[in-house]
C-alpha cells in the first residue's frame, strides 16, 4: 500500500524557519513528479512548490524566494524548506505524488500543520 508521510510542522513565530519532510514507500519514488500544496482554513488548496522527477521545480508566486523543494530519489524523499514564513503561511501541507507518465496515478499524504504566529 502507497504511503506518503510527512513530518516537520509545527508553530513558528513570523520570519521563522520551519523543513517539511515527506518520505514514500510502496512507489518506485523515481518515477514521480512530487507536489506541496497548502489548504488554509476556508480557503482552496493550492499547489505550492512542484519538482519534477529529474530535479526541476516551480513555485508559486507567493512563496519564491522564501521556499525550497527538494527531493533525494534515492531516500525516497522530498523536503520543503521554508523560511521567512509569514501568518498567511498557516494552513495544512500536504505532499503529493504524480506519477511521470500517468497522472491517474497520483497519492497524498496525510498532512501536516503549519501555524505562523507571534
Known amino acids: 500500500q502507497v504511503q506518503l508521510v510527512e513530518s516537520g510542522g509545527g508553530l513558528v513565530q513570523p520570519g521563522g524557519s520551519l523543513r517539511l519532510s515527506c518520505v514514500a514507500s510502496?512507489?518506485?519514488?523515481?518515477?514521480?513528479?512530487m507536489a506541496w500544496y497548502r489548504q488554509a482554513p476556508g480557503k482552496r488548496r493550492e499547489l505550492v512548490a512542484h519538482?519534477?522527477?529529474?530535479?526541476?521545480?516551480n513555485y508559486t508566486d507567493s512563496v519564491k524566494g522564501r521556499f525550497t523543494i527538494s527531493r533525494d530519489n534515492a531516500k525516497s524523499a522530498v523536503w520543503l524548506q521554508m523560511d521567512g514564513l509569514k501568518p498567511e503561511d498557516t494552513a495544512v501541507y500536504s505532499c503529493?505524488?504524480?506519477?511521470?507518465?500517468?497522472?491517474?496515478?497520483?497519492?497524498w499524504g496525510q498532512g501536516t500543520q503549519v501555524t505562523v504566529s507571534s
Open positions: 503529493n505524488a504524480v506519477h511521470r507518465s500517468a497522472a491517474a496515478l497520483s497519492y
Open positions: 510502496w512507489i518506485y519514488f523515481d518515477l514521480y513528479d
Open positions: 519538482i519534477t522527477w529529474d530535479g526541476n521545480t
